[in-house]
């Protein structure tokens, strides 16, 4: 048998022009018009001409029935590279990945990652209802249907056996709600209390109100490029460290207790030549906060079983010990479908170029993005992380 090949780096090729379309709580516009919207900043905002981006990532719950092929007829482009990563809270990890092997290879030279949806009054139920075939055929005929039930289930199985608390959710969210007060895209504009957080009416026990992530429309957008393209520009920009991906991961674990980075944790740091203790924020995909707790463990910052503990002995606020989800999160900024795996990311990418305002974290260097999504019934089935590190000047 060969030895395994080793991993090329990311030398060379880096990420700019990080963009948010504001979100709004519904939309008439089609989630065509968001993802045209975030393609519109982002040519705009680096002055590239509209036929430089040779390459397209798109993501999108809503886009149907056209895929990123009929997207690209709608906008008028005609790239020699495009990609469609239907994997929602993993999308925006898998697309740097993507986008930036194919730009390293020299398949496109400028590649725009979108991701978008809209958020008419009845989408979320129709999203749910066409979600997968698993689910149409082995979850709804039992009157079980959406991501709350998933993550009530997942939830209750995590606070029995590791012993976490509602307190201990709720602070994550409070902090969250404090580091998204300074956000001015976060939809949620109220202070929350965990008293608030502890009343709140409950949803699927043990989920409650702000538990659960609220639906909304929206976009983000970053691209990828050579850094002496970056550098030719004068844009700001940031270095990819390493990404995993890791799909259907422990699939014999009878409820999901562990996802995808802790098979691949070891790799994504030793890629990027740093530990966890090196990393100066964290960005994850949050639309529960059970799930923050199974990434804080899988991706080393504590042992399986002890995130309740890591929760209570740190503060996650943006000035805090742990600033994590700078932006608020998805649970204090809303879900703007495929884009909450994308607003981490972007979030990142600010820090790391100094334009995250009032969110702005002091002497950021290296921060970590992990992506989570598709779920059905009891798992998530896609995860990935990145680790970005500050471009120098």
């Known amino acids: 048998m060969s030895a395994p090949r080793t991993r090329l780096g990311y030398d060379g090729v880096v990420a700019v022009m990080p963009v948010t379309i504001p ?46 092929v009929g997207l690209m007829q709608h906008l008028g482009m005609s790239p020699r590279w495009l990609d469609h990563i239907p994997m929602g809270g993993a999308s925006g990890v898998v697309a740097l990945r993507r986008a930036s092997r194919a730009v390293q290879a ?72 404090e580091n998204a007060l300074r956000n001015p895209h976060a939809l949620m504009k109220k202070p929350l209390t965990l008293a608030q957080y502890i009343d709140a009416r409950p949803i699927t026990d043990p989920i409650h109100l702000f538990d659960c992530v609220m639906p909304c429309a929206g976009a983000e957008g970053f691209l990828v490029m050579t850094e002496e393209r970056a550098r030719a520009m004068k844009l700001p920009f940031v270095r990819i460290g390493s990404t995993i991906e890791r799909h259907n991961a422990f699939p014999d674990d009878p409820i999901q207790f562990r996802g995808g980075w802790a098979m691949d944790r070891d790799a994504l740091y030793e890629h990027a030549a740093v530990a966890p203790a090196d990393v100066d924020f964290v960005e994850t995909y949050d639309d529960y906060p059970v799930i923050n707790m199974l990434q804080f463990e899988d991706l080393g910052f504590c042992a399986k079983g002890e995130a309740p503990a890591f929760v209570r002995e740190h503060d996650f606020t943006i000035a805090g010990s742990f600033p994590f989800n700078t932006s608020g999160g998805q649970l204090s900024v809303g879900q703007a479908g495929a884009a909450g795996g994308y607003l981490g990311m972007v979030q990142a990418m600010r820090q790391l170029t100094d334009s995250a305002g009032a969110t702005q974290i002091e002497g950021a260097r290296v921060g970590l993005v992990s992506g989570f999504g598709m779920i059905n019934y009891d798992r998530g089935l896609c995860s990935g992380a990145a680790i970005l590190e500050r471009g120098q000047a």
């Open 23 to 68: 979100y709004a709580r519904y939309s008439t516009r089609s989630a065509h018009w968001w993802l045209g919207r975030a393609l519109g900043e982002l040519i705009r905002g680096s002055g590239l001409a509209k036929a430089a981006v040779d390459g397209v990532c798109v993501s999108s719950f809503t886009l149907g029935p056209d895929t990123a």
């Open 106 to 177: 020299g398949d496109a030279e400028v590649i725009a990652c979108i991701a978008g949806d809209t958020n008419h009054v009845d989408s979320f139920r129709n999203t749910v209802s066409q979600f997968s075939r698993f689910a149409q055929d082995a979850v709804y005929p039992y009157g079980a249907g959406g991501p709350n039930a998933s993550f009530a289930l997942l939830t209750d199985h995590y606070m029995k056996q590791y012993g976490a608390t509602r307190e201990d959710f709720g602070k994550l969210c409070v902090a969250q709600r």
